[in-house]
């Protein structure tokens, strides 16, 4: 999703389709917001839920308004050092008559081209929300979501989107198309940090040992999901940036097969190891593979595009155990889900990339490069925040759930009466 392009100025026809389609696809990214809602109200317990739903409409209210302040001037800085530049605030050169013209970029005006970018900040938030979800703090989350999108998230954003150093390294540049790197592993390696900061959840890992704290509504959660898998055809298709015929369906294709390979492998690993098939397993195998394409949607074949879905099936099989023996307490499976299989789509570019233009050792040196920098500053704001207001809740409000001790409501009237966890 690289802007950084020659201006080719096309018809108007052309122009006024494309930018209707950029429109349509930031619709799409946008509807995610209410699949991301859905999937981890329903996976966390029910006293918990009215506060995830909270926390799924304030996100986005702060991803944009922060983007709009800063956000898109430090991504899209035009021409500076690789790491560090600002464009100024607001968005743009919002009175230049040119911004709304195909002598913007060729394809679509500048608001357009604003309201695309800055649902995808508001996605990268939205990551942290379910990892840490019954137990930290309402406004430290704010908090940190304010810090995070308003700062980190751009900066790192416009070394690879904004022609900074990393869209130049190699003979080709790190490639990632819709962000399994810069959005998925982004708000991923933020929610590591959170989970490791705040604790695990009470009863969780009780004498070494791992107890299940099951889902409230499943129908809720397989509901989200095909709200983002549908999301998801503007969150990539949309990233070609034009609408070109031949780049978007190639890009459908592949991220949807990716998407049904997550399914399978997901569905029949944890039918094995469980001896039965897990639905919240096959759920977060469907975002495994939509999280793994999302980098290489365009450079890779159909058939490739399935067998990363697949791999990346596994994959978040494999994480969720692994965290949990690792006693990380992640109730929406945030970490197996984005920061795992972000990292896996993003080196699966160096492995089945068709054109022969991008190298495994090139999307390594990404990986690492967006790992360290979100990792330390998502650390370091949780910390300070913990050291300062607090993160986590008490033991009794934590117990109570946070829709009481939070909001002074009940997702479901009266449920709580009923409810000792």
Request: proline share 3%; glycine share 12%.
């Amino acid at each position: 999703m690289n802007e950084v392009t020659q201006v080719v100025p096309v018809s108007d026809a052309i122009f006024m389709t494309e930018n209707i389609w950029i429109m349509i696809s930031a619709m799409l990214v946008f509807i995610m917001g209410l699949g991301f809602a859905c999937v981890e109200a329903g996976l966390v317990r029910a006293k918990c839920s009215a506060n995830v739903a909270f926390k799924n409409i304030a996100v986005p209210a702060i991803g944009i308004t922060m983007y709009a302040l800063l956000g898109f001037g430090l991504m899209y800085p035009g021409t500076f050092n690789g790491i560090l530049g600002f464009a100024g605030l607001g968005i743009g050169d919002w009175a230049n008559p040119d911004s709304f013209t195909a002598a913007y970029n060729g394809h679509f005006t500048l608001f357009a081209d604003w309201l695309f970018q800055a649902m995808f900040a508001a996605t990268a938030a939205t990551i942290v929300s379910g990892a840490v979800a019954e137990r930290v703090k309402l406004h430290s989350f704010l908090i940190f979501t304010i810090i995070y999108v308003a700062f980190v998230y751009p900066i790192v954003g416009s070394w690879t989107w904004g022609g900074g150093w990393l869209s130049t390294l190699g003979a080709h540049g790190f490639h990632d198309l819709a962000g399994s790197t810069l959005v998925h592993s982004v708000g991923g390696w933020a929610a590591l940090a959170g989970v490791m900061i705040l604790g695990p959840r009470i009863g969780k890992y009780v004498g070494g040992k791992v107890h299940a704290i099951p889902a409230h509504n499943i129908p809720l959660a397989t509901i989200g999901v095909f709200m983002l898998w549908f999301g998801w055809w503007g969150f990539n298709a949309g990233s070609a940036l034009s609408g070109d015929p031949k780049a978007t369906s190639w890009i459908l294709v592949t991220t949807n097969l990716a998407a049904v390979a997550g399914i399978i492998t997901a569905t029949l690993t944890s039918w094995i190891v469980s001896k039965k098939p897990d639905a919240t397993m096959a759920l977060n195998g469907c975002l495994a593979g939509l999280v793994a394409i999302t980098a290489g949607a365009d450079v890779v074949t159909p058939l490739s595009s399935w067998i990363i879905g697949a791999i990346a099936g596994v994959l978040v099989v494999g994480a969720v155990f692994m965290f949990d023996r690792l006693h990380l307490d992640d109730p929406v499976g945030a970490l197996s889900v984005h920061l795992v299989n972000g990292v896996w789509g993003t080196l699966a570019v160096g492995i089945f990339d068709m054109t022969g233009d991008y190298t495994l050792g090139t999307q390594a040196v990404g990986v690492l490069a967006y790992a360290v920098p979100c990792f330390a500053a998502a650390s370091l704001i949780f910390f300070a925040i913990k050291k300062t207001i607090g993160l986590r809740v008490t033991e009794r409000q934590e117990l109570r759930g946070l829709d009481q001790s939070e909001h002074g409501q009940e997702a479901y009237s009266g449920f709580q009466i009923f409810s000792n966890m």
